[in-house]
T-cell receptor, first 112, second 113 residues
């Protein structure tokens, strides 16, 4: 059973601080990794993808991947109240068009 | 690009009734997925199609659930008979053969009373 694990939270972070979200996955052969953001009552939307070990930065977001530790993280710098949402970690185990396995998500609250 | 289109957006039905959820994927997306989301279980993959052919339906909870994709632009997920425990958000999502990112529709919010 391929699994993706996340702390459900809620994770409360003061406005302007760095929010750190973590995810572990069980399938060592997984090739690609994604972070989706889901606002309450809305569908998940892709915010970051990462394929290689190390860091990938996009604006205020940084994704980090460590395949040896089977660990993915998302850092949000200068957190804003609009970042309050559930963040879903997703893994493409086979690297092809077979869909993604999702974690249950971490509920992030940015306190003004 | 209109995105993945789902209907109905919201449905309230009585236990025992048939429910049909519909999805129009993004043109050119070869893979189509039906996910179910609940607070308890998160996002669960129910079934997916590749080039209109069902590939993996191991996530379909039981025989009351069925899905079809008669052509590249339309898919349905049917629940017959519906039960209160089927209440959830059902998402349709698509994936291009050129990339492994998937894109979600707005979801169909189902309540069975």
């Amino acid at each position: 059973q391929k699994e993706v694990e996340q702390n459900s939270g809620p994770l409360s972070v003061p406005e302007g601080a760095i929010a750190s979200l973590n995810c572990t996955y069980s399938d060592r052969g997984s090739q690609s990794f994604f972070w989706y953001r889901q606002y309450s009552g809305k569908s998940p939307e892709l915010i970051m993808s990462i394929y290689s070990n190390g860091d990938k930065e996009d604006g205020r977001f940084t994704a980090q991947l460590n395949k040896a530790s089977q660990y993915v993280s998302l850092l949000i710098r200068d957190s804003q109240p609009s970042d309050s949402a559930t963040y879903l970690c997703a893994v493409n185990p086979g690297g092809g068009a077979d869909g993604l396995t999702f974690g249950k998500g971490t509920h992030l609250i940015i306190q003004p | 690009d209109a995105g993945v289109i789902q209907s109905p957006r919201h449905e309230v039905t009585e236990m025992g009734q048939e429910v049909t959820l519909r999805c129009k994927p993004i043109s050119g997306h070869n893979s189509l997925f039906w996910y179910r989301q609940t607070m308890m279980r998160g996002l669960e993959l129910l079934i997916y199609f590749n080039n209109n052919v069902p590939i993996d339906d191991s996530g379909m909870p039981e025989d009351r659930f069925s899905a079809k994709m008669p052509n590249a632009s339309f898919s349905t997920l049917k629940i017959q008979p519906s039960e209160p425990r089927d209440s959830a958000v059902y998402f349709c999502a698509g994936q291009s053969r050129f990339g492994d990112t998937i894109y979600f529709g707005e979801g169909s919010w189902l309540t069975v009373v």
